[in-house]
């Protein structure tokens, strides 16, 4: 018989010390946030064109069903830091919290205003956020309707090594292994940062192969199609070949889809490899390599996890996340239930470490 946590009490602050949350959401900045980050050029624009929206996010920010109502701000999708230092950072005693922006600057159709507020958001992240509390880290926010302009912007952030992955929607308007996008990969790649794919979507496309959904139930329940098409995308286009090390972390994407797509694809892959030859090894085995998955939401009933974990055959693709202060947030309650303790540690900590290299002062 597999031994699992124990989780009757459901509070696990205790085994959470030491760990690192790799998706919490701050509350997106304001305008009037931004301004000071802005050159002169672009400040006139964002007054010019009137983009003085109250935040600039891709999470509605007064909808009740985007945080817990037990946690976070009232009002807001995300947190303020002073909320996280006390519900998870001292709550939890984490070595680290990597903050996961969801960002309107990413989704802009002039890339060149998105490039700005990207810009405007990173150096604005860096100094409210990043320095003000040592246990940050953050995902850089960039705009991929010029890959080149997205590719320098990580250049200019690297040199702060707090800046730890590179943060995408996963609907993007094209495949995202598309070549177009390779000088993102190789800025990536050369500063050793993971491209992060978050639940979202640009809406440059209808979300399903059939048009819009009427409901967003339809969304959320199908929303891991995105996340198999663009793993898929990646492999068959020979990305983790061309960029042996880089790595691709899929955020609030589920986890129980992995295991039959894999087996899935790399069954297919037999059969029509000749069309893919860059491909010379099972995609099974270059997900296991490249591709790593956060915890939250776990979509599995908790006397199938442990089943469900063993068909990964491999403990380093689980990357521990709280969600804060989303409605996925479980609160101490925050190791999935029935999870294997083989997969505990790997999860809350060493995956971490060996996924973001930036990561590595915290060993």
Known sequence: ????????????????????????????????????????????????????????????????????????????????????????????????A????????????????????????????????????????????????????????????AADRRFVQVIIPVQTEIPIGRSVNKPVFEAAQRHGMPIGLHAGSMFRNPPSQSGYYSTFIEDYAAHISAFTAQVANLIAEGVFAEYPDLKVVLIESGVTWMPPFMWRFSKDWRGVRNEVPWVDVSPAELVRKHVRLTSQPFDAPPGAIGKVLQQFRSTDMLLFSSDYPHWHFDGDAAIPEGMTEEFVRPMLFDNAIATYSRLGDLK
Request: with cysteine; glycine share 8%; charged share 25%.
């Open 98 to 157: 990597i903050l996961t922006p969801l960002f309107g600057g990413a989704m802009m159709h002039d890339p060149f205003l998105g490039e700005a507020l990207c810009r405007a958001h990173n150096d604005w992240i860096q100094k409210e956020w990043l320095d003000a509390d040592p246990r940050l880290r953050a995902s850089m926010v960039v705009n991929l309707g010029r890959p080149e302009a997205a590719a320098a912007e990580i250049d200019r952030m």
């Open 1 to 96: 018989m597999l031994q699992t946590v124990n989780n009757s009490a459901r509070n696990d602050r205790g085994v959470l010390a030491g760990a690192i949350d790799c998706d919490v959401h701050p509350r997106a900045p304001y305008t009037e946030d931004l301004m000071p980050y802005f050159d002169t050029h672009w400040a006139d624009i964002a007054s010019h064109r009137g983009v003085v929206m109250r935040e600039l996010t891709s999470y509605p920010p007064h909808a009740p069903l985007t945080r817990r109502p037990d946690w976070g701000v009232e009002g807001q999708a995300g947190a303020t830091l002073e909320k996280i230092q006390a519900d998870i950072l001292d709550r939890w005693g984490l070595k680290a």
